[in-house]
């Protein structure tokens, strides 16, 4: 009985761990950029913006055991925060070509600001962070929580589209923001500037997932886990569950900000339709394919979901909403644990044979 | 005559129309063992509830140690130096043994050092789990400990948070025999150097190791006092008994 | 000043369709611990019913739509839902699932552009502010809340159905077949979603995404009204209804659902649990 969980350890020891991910880092940052043409890289760059915002899904949902189907929404906060000060670059004292199209004959003075790129880039962490923080600490007080919890999430990611397509001449309606040339000295649209940007996209995600892996491991996760299973319980051993639930959620925030900034040179748009009800759960379903109690399954799960959905809308785009619909139906009622969890269970057995 | 540590005055809780206590006062001195015990619906797991800022009371007054513990929220009143464990015991089933015990030892960290790993174990945890008997289950996860190693292991959660005053309900509910004696051995040792209340319907167990008594019935306090003192008591005698007889007597009609 | 009066039938009317879906929303989520996102797809059903049966006669469409997303909904619980109760969470991913392969259905069968139901001849035109259509829908909420009332205090059903929503455990050791009774409720919460989307071929187009758009309104009125709760569910919905319609009437239409969302957020600070709870000493 002892002995599987032993070797089950030294397969998930520090040792493993460095070896994996060195290996996994070896592959994303040295194999992909030389062997992907460019279009694939940047497909590639795409999933891995979306991992970061599972990265922080898995952490939120998870570890801590808030479902939030609203991460759009500070993707989205992000990726408007980037593409305001690209805008406002491109345009180079100029109206933004969107503004002038829809009649606007003054900047707006929300828009101000974001010329000033250091400005922008704070408020790419800073708008999620701080609007996360409002609501958990609004929510969580009052003990709102669970699916009440995903409910409201899912409002205001709801709301925010609305919002978003009603207000034309402020944020470019339902196209968003798009046409973006330069990017900080260099021309977005080049494949050199691409492949750059591939690469601090891998970066980003392998240094918040090892952020991620310490936050989960330190005294601070094993408490989130605490929270997840008993919040009540957790509160007579003398801590605030709300504090650490709208702390681990601010994180999470956090990272889908980053995410939606660097989705924005990535991909050169950022949109409603790319941060709203849908989307959101989407990336949800991804966590929850990869296997939501592991953060690498999270990352996994998104990068996966977004070579699937690429592949599949290309060859069968009438039946990849049955697919997608199927494939989670099954996931859910056969490997709750995605596919992290049945890893877990393969290499567990295979140890207990031995 | 011991210093109170923890003062109820004129407590009253009702739930719709239903007064679950009815005009409570309870006086707990410093390092006293109290037993509070009474028929079911007599008031005294609300009475905990109150104390630890789970239910809300309509009127009266808790004092503990001079702080007022009414209005505060179920954290703040545990930093004051108030534990409780539950009828239905509850500890994190995804963590060791060991990990439940450091999180309760962890309580009065600032957050931002609870980011740090866990080096090493602290004495107070080491001495909880020799305390507890749980030693040699300190890496497993607490999923799968026995009805009676998770009241220990909550146990031994409230010793190495150093609360002032202890509320254990019903500590001894479901365990068997074995169980129940280890149980109050621990319960001897804890209460040594704390103050203890516990809830406990159980009356060999009350015999064995109970010193002051405190009678619950219908919302109030029937009556205070030694084991012998409140077994003594016909009105005592009258709850317990007399209930059980008119069942009887149910029974036979 | 005549504006405003006109919201109040469009705000009374949304409300009303809110409360059609909310009431089964709220009966599966409080007894079965299910959150159904799939619910938005009965809805959707029910339209399409009204849209078959044109010509057949609309008060037809309404029993119709009725069994049909009722059948739906009985179907998914059997095959699905059944496995995860005690799971919300999973619930909500999982109906997801099966809204998205609705829509794609609905896509198939009927097309992906819009399609208008006619309203019938004697649901056109109005006395003074108030539209027969509008006026129709309110009566048709108000007769299914009715009805829904009836059924819970005055019927053998109603009662184990209420009984099992309290304490599940308690009524599965009284005797009462909680599988049936779940039955039961998951049938009529749907039911009434498919009543809810034939409500809605009066006031707009139907298309495979017509759920969607209701759906989130409609957990709202959950969340806000308490669970399980019929008058917390009528007072929400209500209020709901005419908050949506007087803020796109004030502000824009744009800023209505914010407006509404941080509403609802200010009023989880006075009532956290919603309008109506019932309270319990239980440590969940």
Sequence with gaps: MTAPAVSVRRWQGPAAFAAVFSAVAVLALVAAPLLLEPFRLGLLAKYLCYAIVALGIGLAWGQGGMLTLGQGVFFGLGGYAMGMYLKLNDAAGDLPDFMVWSGVEKLPALWKPFGNPVFALAMVVVLPVAVALLLGTLVFRQRVRGAYFAILTQALAAALVILLVGQQGLTGGTNGLTNFFDFFGRDVAADETQRGLYLLVAIVLGALYLGARQLVRSRFGRLLLAVRDGEDRVRFLGYDPATVKTLTFAVSAGMAGIAGALFVPVVGIISPALLGVVPSLELVVAVAVGGRFALAGAVLGAVVMGYARTYFSEELPDAWLYLQGALFVLVMTLAPSGIAGLAANLVRRREART | MTEALLEIRSLEVAFGGFRALDGVDLTVGRGELRFLIGPNGAGKTTLIDVITGLTRPTGGSVRFEGHDLLGRREHEIVRLGVGRTFQTSVVFEELTVLENLDLAASFRRPLWSLLRRRRGVSEEVTAALETTGLASLAGSKAGVLSHGQRQWLEIGMLIVQRPRLLLLDEPVAGMSSGERERTGELLTEVARDHTVIVVEHDMDFLRRYASQVTVLHEGRVLTEGSVEQVRADPRVQEIYLGRAREGAEDAVR | ?284
């Design chain 3, 1 to 284: 000043m005549e504006g405003v009066l006109n919201q109040l039938p469009i705000g009374l009317s949304i409300g009303a369709v809110l409360l059609l879906i909310a009431l089964g929303l709220t009966f599966t989520f409080g007894q079965m611990g299910v959150v159904n996102m799939a619910h938005g797809e009965f809805i959707m059903a029910g339209a399409y019913t009204a849209y078959l049966l044109q010509g057949v006669g609309f008060l037809i469409a309404l029993p119709a739509a009725f069994v049909v997303a009722g059948l739906m909904g009985l179907v998914l619980e059997r095959t699905l839902i059944r496995r995860f109760y005690g799971r919300p969470l999973d619930t909500l991913l999982l109906t997801w699932g099966v809204s998205l392969m609705l829509q794609q259905l609905a896509r198939d069968l009927f097309g992906a552009p819009n399609v208008q139901v006619a309203s019938p001849a004697w649901l056109r035109g109005g006395v003074g502010i108030l539209p027969y259509n509008r006026l129709f829908i309110m009566a048709l909420a108000a007769a299914s809340v009715l009805a829904i009332w009836a059924y819970m205090n005055r019927t053998g059903q109603g009662r184990r159905m209420r009984a099992v929503m309290q304490n599940r455990r308690l009524a599965a050791t009284s005797g009462i077949d909680t599988g049936r009774v779940d039955q039961r409720t998951f049938f009529i919460g749907s039911g009434l979603a498919g009543v809810a989307g034939v409500a809605l071929t009066l006031i707009g187009p139907v298309g495979p995404t017509l759920g969607t758009y209701y759906i989130v309104d409609a957990f709202l009125v959950v969340v806000a009204g308490g669970l399980g709760q019929l008058r917390g569910a009528v007072l929400a919905a209500a209020g709901l209804g005419l908050l949506n319609s007087y803020a796109e009437f004030w502000s824009d239409a744009s800023l209505a659902k914010v407006v509404v969302f941080v509403a609802i957020i200010g009023f989880l600070q006075v009532r956290p649990q919603g309008l109506f709870f019932v309270r319990s000493r239980a440590l969940t």
